[in-house]
């Protein structure tokens, strides 16, 4: 049971280009999100989806979009990364969106130049 | 707008010192508040979820308490392991996401 899983761990772009990152996780949880962590400004909720095929905007969305593929998988792509999209990328899940605990992945740490 | 304050920003205590992180919230009903544990380089590790004003829920050395306007994170004798950044956070009952104040920053030395 590895929980939530997130690839890559590590990566690099230049401005402009584009990339995709993956989530997966083997909880059966209905509901996934995309976090972003920046210093002093906390953890910051860019797109959720609350079941498989509905996915909705959070805090901070733009310049960014996202895909549930199935019920284990939601990813995160950026279409032309920019340098305030340095950051560090946190998906979770839970089981549902009203009170349910949100269980968080590694993370991955994008720098962009 | 949901708001979460963490004080203090960073804490140092020697092993054994007890002490308690503070999370103070601002919310339009409040359907849960949530503990998190984050180590360098790590996604936030779950410790707790509070429902409500008066409850209490404890694991090893960490007891976390809620009332209507704060929540803290007791740590009890606490050991060098237990350094780690603590995170709150808030879901309102009209909402869905979660709201995270900053976090303290905890070092326990030995």
């Known amino acids: 049971n590895a929980g939530v899983t997130q690839t890559p761990k590590f990566q690099v772009l230049k401005t402009g280009q584009s990339m995709t990152l993956q989530c997966a996780q083997d909880?059966?949880?209905?509901?996934m999100y995309w976090y972003r962590q920046d210093p002093g400004m906390g953890l910051r909720l860019i797109y959720y989806?609350?079941?498989?095929?509905?996915?909705d905007k959070g805090e901070v969305p733009n310049g960014y979009n996202v895909s549930r593929l199935n019920k284990r998988e939601f990813s995160l792509r950026l279409e032309s990364a920019a340098p305030s999209q340095t950051s560090v990328y946190f998906c979770?899940?839970?089981?549902?969106?009203?009170?349910?605990?949100?269980?968080f992945g590694p993370g991955t740490r994008l720098t962009v130049l | 707008e949901d708001q979460v304050t963490q004080s203090p920003e960073a804490l140092r205590l020697q092993e054994g010192e007890s002490s308690s992180l503070n999370c103070s919230y601002t919310?339009?009903?409040?359907?849960?508040l949530f503990w998190y544990r984050q180590d360098p380089g790590k996604g936030p590790e779950f410790l707790f979820t509070?429902?409500?004003a008066g409850e209490e829920k404890e694991k090893e050395r960490l007891k976390a308490t809620l009332t209507k306007k704060e929540s803290f994170l007791h740590i009890t004798a606490p050991k060098p392991e237990d350094s780690a950044t603590y995170l709150c956070?808030?879901?309102?009952?009209?909402?869905?996401?979660?709201?995270f104040g900053e976090g303290t920053q905890l070092t326990v030395n030995p």
């Open positions: 979770a899940s839970s089981e549902g969106l009203a009170g349910d605990t949100q269980y």
């Open positions: 909880m059966n949880h209905n509901s």
């Open positions: 989806s609350a079941s498989e095929g509905t996915t």
């Open positions: 919310v339009s009903g409040l359907r849960g």
């Open positions: 509070l429902y409500s």
């Open positions: 956070a808030v879901q309102a009952s009209s909402g869905s996401r979660l709201t």
